[in-house]
């Protein structure tokens, strides 16, 4: 009876504590399954290929809110809404530019009729887009085997500025190779390459940017990119004025007498 | 026109057996009344068995309705995306789905929860959104959140079939849940939306996959269908919408205030139980306070208009709240009237 009155009311904070823990025990468990099935759902994103404008990564995982309007929108019908249970993040707009490569409209519809900003409205001219880049498998591309194919190049939107065509000499014997080299200050990642690859698994294909692309670093100074002191000396001359008809030939052009007129 | 006392001396001549067994059944009523409630109740629980096949065939026109309105909204999503309907020339009739959506290429709408968990995870919403989720955030104050619930969420089909089948059945429960536990989900979405920086439910929510995927193309949205199918005629009943979706959680807070109601006049009722029988949220009509309050108060109604065609006496009716209270004074002047009789 004495140790009932104190400990009734001890036990009584005790199981409220309990509780209070129990609570939050099964708050914290299903917050990080919760918080695991997000991020697991996540992680396949950089393997997508989204719309003209799409913020990046994390930023369009965040804003995208799944309506699937620019879907609605597309001219083409290429855009889809990732189904769950597949390979990307679920319920996305995502494009395979094998079956179906973006026709890149000048007026983007797809991002225009987003109404979260997930394809960002800052995207006024549709060649700025970067949905991708075009990357080339140098052992099964036909020009790199010598055939004069270049369908990529002549189909691309930005033919010359995204894939140009280079002569590549070679023995006597046989023709120069025309290959062609995907420029990444261009491509859009359309993937009208990709859609036109006559290979039976297409030699050039379109990846996110962050799956392909390098960067050099700071630290390396390409010295013939810029002027320094003494880079500046050894640039060609800017080409001079073109004399008049009527102007009289110098005897000798400028600097050949260097020697001879005690230059040293 | 017709005053009560009107319908009264209209009804007193006896114009043949009918109207004299009818007149005797009132009689018979009001003497059990005095023995107790027990005989009312089991009056008006033995008139809800004797409706004709017409009556009954009536009472399920809001379930009828609601299909309609479910089916419709699915459809119309649908059509546009698949037939390319349209009401003009380049004006889709409705694009998107429910998270966001735009009728006839003017009026934006959006899901004001995903708007919600979009803008925690600290993206800036676009004006479109925003507008968009303002004008859902309107009709739902006005006509009641959950009204999204039991009128065009596709789940409901699905949970309100399980509900049915499990009636049928009569499959015992394994063990209970409060209903509150959906407020706690619905913080729990919010807050892990700040943590992780992905709207949370969107992510995962079973509604948003099955609808999307009947819309943009089948996935494996309908195992989830099926997983809330079988725990709710299963496990528990009414689990999913009664229990744990943080959606409906979000509109039961949004419907707190809504005009259109379910009226409850508590001189009519007999307390049979019939409403709360057929209820999904029967919590809502705890009668002793709907006697304060003269209407179904909480948000957590769905204005699904089952009580309504159920109710033996006509206790239960939409109204707009604004205009019930005049209709229960009317209610109880009549009641007076007869008492005093």
Known sequence: MSDQGPSGLNSSRRDFLVKMAQGAAIAGTGGLLWGYLLRNEARAAPYALRPPGALAEDDFNAACIKCGQCVNDCPPHI????????TLPIGMPFYTPRTGACIMCPDIPCMKACPTGALSPKLKNINDSRMGLAVIDIENCLSYKGLRCEICHRVCPLKGKAISLEPHPRQISKHAMFIPLVHSDACTGCGICEKACPTEVAAIRILPHKLVQGKIGEHY??????DTEITQDFKPVEAAPAPAADAPVPKTAPG???LNEGGL | MSTPENTVSRRAPPEGAKQDLGRLGVFVESAQSSLGKGADALASVEKLHNRTLGARVWSWRYIILRRVSQFGFLLLFFGTAHWGWQV?????LLTGNLSASKFIGLIPLTDPFAALQIFLTGHALQQQSLIGAAIVLGIYLLIGGRVFCAWV????VVTDGAAWLRNKLGIQP???L???LRYFILVAALLITVITGLAAFEWVSPIGMAHREIIFGLGLGFTALLAIFLFDLLILKNGWCGHLCP??????LIGKTALLRVRFDKNTCTRCGECARVCPEPQVLNLKKLDERGYVFSGECSNCGRCTPICPEGSLKFDFKPLIRGHNVQADAIAVQRRTR
């Open chain 1, 79 to 86: 855009l889809k809404l990732q189904p769950s249970g597949g």
């Open chain 1, 221 to 226: 100074r390409l010295g013939w990119t810029f």
């Open chain 1, 256 to 258: 050949m007498d260097y």
């Open chain 2, 88 to 92: 003009a020339k380049k004006v889709p």
């Open chain 2, 153 to 156: 969420c596709p789940v409901n």
């Open chain 2, 174 to 176: 394994i063990f209970h």
């Open chain 2, 178 to 180: 409060p209903r509150t």
């Open chain 2, 247 to 252: 959606l409906g959680a979000f509109y039961s």
